[in-house]
């Protein structure tokens, strides 16, 4: 799997627009981008993905580059209990490891009030 | 809206002893898979499985571990003698099939603590 690079911490105003970014410069054509976040000790919670296009659901929206080497995760209106790490991770098509989310030590975003 | 379960949720066990973690996959998955996270470090693979059969396993996952699917809706991890550094939470996580396109749903954890 190729590797990601994500800040090790953002802070986001209550309200506004969080803009997580993620480098995975290193992806292949069939790898595709997935965005989990954990909240406390929670089970990791799958926010979205993305391949090539941007991609948009009730949570969030992906917005990857045309080159796929990095992409941004965006909330649109952070709450306090968007506070979490964010982890972005960049998965297999197929043959080793294509089963698995390779996690990182994500983006510990935290909303303030 | 259809998620996995656990149980326990938390689990205290003596060194050397065996532990199950019972996981319920959401009903229409078939892949079915197991992580841990050590306090403080990664979320980390364990194994995946389908139709009855390890499809990958990690290094972490020796000859200590094993998986079951014992009946139509659970899904086990059995750790037989358990050590001091089995201390983690386990998730469980299910998707509908196996591809990379498929989304993997987990389930909230069973805190193991080995004493």
């Known amino acids: 799997d190729a590797k990601t690079t994500q800040p090790p911490s953002m802070d986001c105003a209550e309200g506004r627009a969080a803009n997580l970014p993620c480098n995975h410069s290193?992806?292949?054509?069939?790898?595709?981008v997935y965005w989990y976040r954990q909240i406390h000790s929670q089970g990791p919670q799958y926010i979205i993905h993305g391949l090539k296009n941007n991609e948009t659901n009730e949570m969030a929206s992906l917005i990857i580059t045309e080159d796929r080497k990095s992409s941004t995760l965006i909330l649109p209106h952070a709450t306090l209990r968007d506070t979490a790490v964010y982890y972005c991770i960049v998965r297999a098509y197929s043959g080793a490891g294509s089963y698995q989310l390779t996690f990182g030590k994500g983006t510990k975003l935290s909303v303030i009030p | 809206e259809p998620e996995v379960t656990q149980t326990p949720s938390h689990q205290v066990t003596q060194m050397g002893q065996e532990v199950i973690l019972r996981c319920v996959p959401i009903?229409?998955?078939?892949?079915f898979y197991w992580y841990r996270q050590i306090l403080g470090q990664k979320v980390e693979f364990l194994v995946s499985?389908?139709?009855?059969?390890?499809?990958?396993k990690s290094e972490i996952f020796d000859d200590q571990f094993s998986v079951e699917r014992p009946d139509g809706s659970n899904f086990t991890l059995k750790i037989r003698s358990t050590k001091l550094e089995d201390s983690a939470m386990y998730f469980c996580a299910s998707s509908v099939m196996g591809l990379a396109f498929n989304e993997q749903f987990f389930g909230p954890g069973t805190r193991l603590t080995v004493l």
């Open positions: 290193t992806i292949s054509g069939n790898e595709y």
């Open positions: 499985f389908y139709n009855n059969e390890i499809s990958e």
């Open positions: 009903s229409n998955h078939l892949y």
